[in-house]
């Protein structure tokens, strides 16, 4: 009986996954260079997530020392002006990142504690969360007052596929032109610059 009982528990668990994930409806709006951008309107927000996946011919453990490499990342993140790592404790990272913005919005800073998550299947979890309140704010910077997402790296053979998923909320006021350009730029030019740099 009790295992009936965690069967239906389980196929209850799957019917409520199965909906979240229709319920996020991401509209694919970039498709080049082996790289596909997804958009989804967020409840509440007037910014989309984004979503970008692409494989790439290259291991977990070159993948892992770019990622960890906190401020030799700034080479490959969309935008990104300097980043430094704030903290260090067992599976979690603090990071302080600086951002480039076109004339006239204000640039941009965000602090991020992320999660590093080694999954059984071999694949790694790296969930960002943003803590604004971290550090004290910096002279000329907007803070950027949310970020929720994650990276997920999943081993294919002699390949890996990447996905980096997140939602912002960039604080101050920001042109709905450049809005919309942030969430397509981010994770294509993202893993773009990642991809190059990995498949080396």
């Known amino acids: 009986m009790g295992s009936l009982h965690r069967m239906a528990v389980l196929c209850g668990l799957?019917?409520?996954?199965?909906?979240?994930?229709?319920?996020?409806?991401?509209?694919?709006?970039?498709e080049e260079e082996g790289i596909k951008v997804s958009l989804s309107e967020v409840a509440g927000s007037q910014y989309k997530a984004y979503?970008?996946?692409?494989?790439?011919?290259?291991?977990?453990?070159?993948?892992?020392?770019?990622?960890?490499?906190?401020?030799?990342?700034?080479?490959?993140?969309?935008?990104c002006k300097t980043q430094k790592l704030l903290k260090h404790e067992?599976?979690?990272?603090?990071?302080?990142?600086?951002?480039?913005t076109p004339w006239p919005v204000t640039p941009r800073d965000s602090v991020l504690h992320v999660t590093t998550i080694e999954n059984a299947d071999g694949s790694l979890t790296r969930e960002l969360e943003?803590?604004?309140?971290?550090?004290?704010?910096?002279?000329?910077?907007?803070?950027?007052?949310?970020?929720?997402?994650?990276?997920?790296?999943?081993p294919k053979g002699d390949q890996v596929e990447v996905t980096y998923q997140a939602h912002t909320e960039p604080g101050g006021s920001v042109p709905s032109w450049l809005a919309n350009k942030f969430v397509v730029d981010a994770p294509f030019n993202t893993l773009k610059a990642l991809k190059e740099r990995a498949e080396k």
């Open 130 to 154: 943003g803590q604004p309140k971290y550090v004290p704010e910096e002279k000329g910077f907007v803070r950027v007052t949310q970020v929720k997402g994650f990276w997920k790296l999943v």
């Open 14 to 30: 799957t019917v409520l996954l199965a909906s979240t994930a229709q319920a996020e409806e991401w509209k694919t709006v970039k």
């Open 51 to 79: 979503r970008g996946v692409t494989i790439m011919k290259t291991t977990m453990a070159k993948l892992r020392a770019l990622q960890e490499d906190v401020p030799g990342a700034c080479a490959w993140i969309h935008e």
């Open 90 to 100: 067992g599976n979690q990272n603090w990071t302080y990142t600086q951002f480039n």
